[in-house]
């Protein structure tokens, strides 16, 4: 059985910083490419930050370029989202999803939330 769960969202201060983790089990990590979500309320999920399976390559909504990273860890079967400079608007549920052609899993997600 696939799980994908997604820890370390909570309530941040602007500019402030989280890191997002999330722990695969029961498919071979290192074959899927992995991506993180969000979904603030009454929007659409939207693509945050996607990784390449082996990690050398990584992709960024422009809204969160230069202050979120993707990275993974094959060995220990961990994608994470670190996120700095923080703003209202990342207010969200992020999720992380596991993609290999026309499979993908995806997580329960975490909130996120941005406020002073």
């Known amino acids: 059985q696939v799980q994908l769960v997604e820890s370390g969202g909570g309530l941040v201060q602007p500019g402030g910083s989280l890191r997002l983790s999330c722990a695969a089990s029961g498919l071979t990590f290192s074959v899927y490419a992995m991506s993180w979500y969000r979904q603030a309320p009454g929007r659409e999920r939207e693509l945050v930050a996607t990784?390449?399976?082996?990690?050398?390559?990584?992709t960024y909504a422009d809204s969160v370029k230069g202050r979120f990273t993707i990275s993974r860890d094959n060995v220990k079967n961990m994608v994470y989202l670190q996120m700095n400079s923080l703003k209202p608007e990342d207010t969200a549920a992020y999720y992380c999803?596991?993609?290999?052609?026309?499979?993908?899993?995806w997580g329960q997600g975490t909130q996120v939330t941005v406020s002073s």
């Open positions: 990784i390449s399976s082996g990690g050398g390559s990584t």
């Open positions: 999803r596991a993609v290999l052609a026309l499979v993908n899993y």
